[in-house]
């Protein structure tokens, strides 16, 4: 049973930031790629960012490019997720996955296993 969690998540301010951990058990960590996604209040699920097995190639989505920095580390098995210069906008449930492949990729049906969810609130 793979087992995939998140923490790190949290309330701050507007401006602030936060990083997020993810750990993917029961599976190889560096065989494939990992994404986070986000559903905000009352919207469906959206990608927020993925990065190769490698670490090789990142994409981010438009709304938090330059703000938020994917990465991870294959010898600790963990992936990361820096928020800076977080907004309201920002408050969601954050998601980590596990992807299909070696290669990134922003949809989320590429994704196999998914954490529960880590709950981000930004305040005015």
């Known amino acids: 049973q793979v087992h995939v969690a998140e923490s790190g998540g949290g309330l701050v301010q507007a401006g602030g930031s936060l990083r997020l951990s993810c750990t993917v058990s029961e599976r190889t960590f560096s065989s494939y790629a990992m994404g986070w996604f986000r559903q905000r209040p009352g919207k469906e699920r959206e990608f927020v960012a993925t990065?190769?097995?490698?670490?090789?190639?990142?994409a981010y989505a438009d709304s938090v490019k330059g703000r938020f920095a994917i990465s991870r580390d294959n010898a600790k098995s963990f992936l990361y997720l820096q928020m800076s210069w977080l907004k309201p906008e920002d408050t969601a449930v954050y998601y980590c996955?596990?992807?299909?492949?070696?290669?990134?990729?922003?949809?989320?049906?590429?994704?196999?296993?998914w954490g529960q969810g880590t709950q981000v609130t930004v305040s005015s």
């Open positions: 990065i190769s097995w490698n670490g090789g190639y990142t």
């Open positions: 996955a596990q992807g299909r492949t070696l290669d990134a990729d922003d949809a989320a049906d590429r994704y196999d296993y």
